[in-house]
């Protein structure tokens, strides 16, 4: 199965992003995790919505053909940062390469709230706008206090975080293949 990532964080230093890494190696023999990357999309226009740049294309191309969808959202202001935001625009327009895909949410702040409020939104406008009617139910996964989570390489070190998630990618495998049969 192949999974995209799309990581609400461009900055090189972003939990959101090393969560994404750790998912992708620790869970490197169950599926292929490709992290996409945000930087080149442009700020979203109307009018370049049918003739998109290169950046767009290829982005909204790895997202149509990956079979699932990973979200990792980092909290701003109480909600989605504008980076990830910018990201739904350009998939939610013209053909809707979101619509139909099974995905999930998890997301990495240094409050300890861990990204509530950011995924309350973002399961809202997934669903809301129909973008995936096939959301993981459950399977929450807030990583508060990330800065004390990982160590100074980047490695998520969070004993009962690493225990969950292994057995929340079980319950997402068993999703996905739901509908991928
Ligand atoms: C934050 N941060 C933050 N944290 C939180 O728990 N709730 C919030 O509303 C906000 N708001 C916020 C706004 C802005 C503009 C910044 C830059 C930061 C802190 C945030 O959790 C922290 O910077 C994370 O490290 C961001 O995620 P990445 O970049 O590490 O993935």
Do not use: C
């Amino acid at each position: 199965m192949k999974v995209v990532a799309i990581v609400g964080s461009i900055r090189k230093d972003s939990y959101n992003r090393k969560l994404a890494e750790h998912v992708k190696n620790r869970y490197q023999d169950r599926f292929d995790l490709e992290i996409l990357d945000l930087k080149p999309l442009p700020f979203y226009n109307q009018d370049l919505e049918n003739e998109p740049n290169e950046a767009v294309q290829a982005f909204k191309d790895k997202v149509k053909a990956a079979d699932a969808v990973l979200w990792v959202t980092p909290e701003y202001n109480g909600t989605i940062p504008g980076v990830l935001a910018n990201a739904i625009d350009w998939l939610s327009r013209v053909d809707r390469v979101m619509v139909g895909k099974p995905s999930w949410i998890m997301g990495a702040s240094m409050g300890q709230l861990g990204t509530v409020k950011a995924q309350l939104h973002l399961r809202d406008i997934l669903l809301a706008m129909g973008l995936s009617s096939h959301l993981l139910p459950g399977n929450e996964v807030y990583v508060g206090a990330a800065h004390e989570k990982f160590d100074a390489e980047g490695k998520l070190i969070h004993e009962p975080t690493i225990q969950f998630l292994d057995t929340v990618v079980d319950n997402f495998i068993k999703w996905m293949n739901r509908y991928h049969q």
